[in-house]
């Protein structure tokens, strides 16, 4: 098992099973959200945290639609059964001691997507040696770049005045999301034989 993708074809690229697995876990993630950011959506804004909403959206459906694109698919049945692992723990989970739906959502939102954006770095897993301009090593640079950015966002709200009654259920939501989400990713990269570097 390495730390990182490999062993690289001859020209440097990542191969394309391990391509395949980490893009689907991707897709699977951004794509998630991306979906519960469509549900989210009010159809009028009257606040700046929906159009915040709406640019998430749209950033995450970008992520979504750049992977399709760069990766090099090759067929990979252990994905279906993975496939449902993984979009079951994406669901919006209870907020303890929260009855405000609107706001629980927000909340499962936000956590979420806080969880993925920091706890998946997907270029760090790129050895020095991969191929530079090959599309799917230039994707998870651009997905990790983007994430630090999207990540911003998330620690605004979840830090905000508007949820300082619910510190304590925010801070145990968020701890969930994130054992979850590295849990998960840990066990992808294993099934590639990649050790995580946590």
């Known amino acids: 098992m390495s730390g990182f993708f490999g062993p690289l074809e001859a020209d440097g690229r990542v ?28 159809a009028r804004f009257d606040a700046a ?21 760069a990766t090099a698919w090759v067929p990979d049945l252990a994905l279906s059964h993975m496939t449902v692992s993984w979009e079951l723990a994406w669901l919006p989970a209870p907020v303890e001691g929260l009855a405000d739906h609107p706001l629980a959502q927000a909340i499962h939102l936000s956590t979420l997507a806080h969880a ?25 640079r651009r997905i990790e770049f983007e ?24 801070s145990a939501a968020l ?4 054992a979850e989400v590295r849990r998960l990713w840990r066990e992808t990269l294993e099934s590639i034989g990649i050790v995580s570097c946590e």
């Not at 050895?127 to 530079?132: C, Q, V, Y």
């Not at 999207?150 to 304590?168: C, E, T």
């Open 147 to 170: 994430s630090s950015r999207l990540l911003q966002a998330q620690i605004l709200f979840l830090k905000g005045p508007d949820l300082l009654p619910f510190r304590d259920a925010v």
């Open 116 to 140: 993925v954006h920091a706890g998946i770095r997907p270029a760090a897993l790129l050895p020095t040696e991969a191929k530079a301009n090959d599309p799917f090593v230039m994707a998870l």
């Open 49 to 69: 945290w929906q159009a915040e909403l709406n640019a998430q959206f749209y950033r995450e459906s970008e992520i979504v639609s750049l992977l399709m694109r």
């Open 15 to 42: 191969p394309p099973r391990q391509q395949t697995r980490v893009a689907a876990f991707l897709i699977s993630g951004h794509g998630a959200l991306a979906r519960q950011f469509a549900l989210a959506l009010p």
């Open 175 to 178: 701890e969930r999301r994130h």
